[in-house]
């Protein structure tokens, strides 16, 4: 087993490295002896039923990832006049195809004794990473980009990564971040085609399309596919089609890799093969087909995910792809995480919301003293006053009665010198949401 450059001519037996030492070159980890067919064991689960395919790994950092379903669209298969399947690998447990990265690249990183990961994300891959560092025991810091989904922040912080803005400036000078396109993350990327594979046998897609972001996904499944034809167990050659945002698209979701990320080595390797095309969506095209996979197939996903159909409703019109083809989408994320999106598409206006601005800053020194402390609503109004904070007395009440709606703090009744009292204290919600404000702010 070694690592080559898919730029010049190195190679390496030591597995840890990222980039090639002489041209700064994505490496791809080459097997030394491929078993003569895809071997799945059983016994395993997920992914870990490939693992002759992958590096040996002792430790087994593992979340229950791969194995997700493919299944048959059958109203846009109707539609279309294709024979149309979706693998949804929004099911994987951070709710990415990631997590297939993650689980052997992280499980990887905890052999070799490495204590600590780095990272920089705008969404998913900080979650997934953030996931795994957290089974795996290794401290996770994570570089954001200003504009990450809010609500993948607080998954990040929920997992005890340690979060840092300033995503551009600062990954410029971080060394040691680990990233999609490094080759032990594309290693467990690449069980996604093995799962194609073993569904079809050797009557696979004639076209595989997915969105395109680093470029890392769609070369894994190459990967994976030249692995599997180079012992004869496929035939047949796919064509991969890589769906793009246009410019509009890239900005709205966020949730993509910045364009520097473009791993265009790998593509070319693909490209080299013909095997690679291009297409681009906009916007809202790409609302039109998250809408048409929510009514259509039941399926909520991920914008970015739902550009693959903006795409093949585009190349069909071309008259790119031939009747009754057989086509794979590949779902690679869930639309649950992507709640903001989901108020787009509906375009139903919905308060919005960010952490530790929801509730104003009174709120906030009331929850903190309640975290110290239980007690009335008159003893927390004496209190504010000695934090120059001077509101009737009735306004404290609104506060409370808000506070106690939104499960933050409660209530209970107690008989203090004869008289009926009302203690507050902060519920153990009210004290999560403290601490991960705290953790945000800093
Ligand atoms: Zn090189």
């Not at 060394?175 to 993350?185: E, H």
């Amino acid at each position: 087993m070694f690592l080559r450059c898919t730029n010049c001519k190195f190679q390496s037996s030591d597995l840890s490295l990222k980039r090639c030492p002489n041209c700064n070159g994505f490496l791809i980890l080459e097997l030394d002896k491929i078993p003569s067919e895809l071997v799945v064991e059983d016994k395993e689960v997920g992914i870990w039923r490939y693992k002759r395919f992958f590096p040996k790994i002792s430790s087994r950092i593992s979340l229950g990832e791969g194995k997700t379903p493919i299944l048959k669209a059958i109203k846009l298969s109707k539609e279309l006049g294709l024979e149309v399947y979706l693998k949804n690998e929004g099911l994987n447990p951070t709710g990415t195809f990631m997590d297939r990265g993650s689980a052997i690249y992280i499980s990887f990183l905890k052999d070799i004794g490495v204590k600590e990961v780095k990272c920089f994300t705008t969404g998913n891959f900080g979650c997934s990473i953030a996931a795994y560092s957290s089974k795996a025991g290794l401290e996770c810091e994570i570089f954001v980009h200003e504009k990450a989904n809010h609500f993948k922040l607080l998954q990040m912080v929920w997992f005890g990564a340690k979060i840092k803005m300033g995503y551009d400036k600062l990954i410029m000078n971080e060394k040691n971040l680990i990233t999609q396109a490094d080759p032990l993350f594309i290693e467990g990327l690449k069980t996604q085609m093995y799962e194609v594979f073993e569904y079809f046998k050797e009557e696979i897609p004639d076209y595989i399309i997915l969105p395109i972001g680093s470029g890392a996904n769609i070369y894994s499944f190459f990967k994976a596919y030249k692995e599997l034809s180079k012992i004869g167990q496929i035939k047949k050659k796919p064509l991969f089609v890589g769906a793009k945002p246009n410019s509009e698209a890239a900005k709205t979701f966020i949730d993509l890799d910045p364009s520097f990320l473009y791993c265009e080595s790998l593509i070319k390797e693909i490209k080299r093969e013909d095997m690679f095309i291009e297409e681009v969506a906009s916007k809202e095209e790409m609302i039109n087909s998250m809408s048409i996979f929510a009514r259509e197939e039941g399926l909520l996903v991920e914008p970015i995910s739902s550009i693959a159909l903006s795409v093949l409703y585009k190349i069909r019109k071309k008259q790119l792809i031939k009747d009754n083809s057989r086509v794979l989408i590949v779902l690679t994320g869930s639309g649950l995480k992507e709640i903001g999106s989901i108020v787009l598409l509906n375009k139903r206006p919905i308060k919005k919301i960010k952490v530790g601005h929801e509730l104003g800053f009174t709120k906030l020194k009331i929850l903190e003293l309640l975290k110290e402390k239980s007690m009335s609503g008159y003893e927390l109004w004496k209190k504010l006053k000695e934090f120059n904070i001077n509101i009737k007395l009735s306004t404290l009440y609104e506060h409370l009665k808000e506070l106690e709606e939104l499960n933050l703090i409660s209530s209970n009744i107690q008989i203090i010198k004869n008289r009926k009292t009302n203690i507050r204290s902060l519920t153990s919600f009210g004290e999560k949401y403290l601490e991960t404000f705290k953790r945000i702010e800093q």
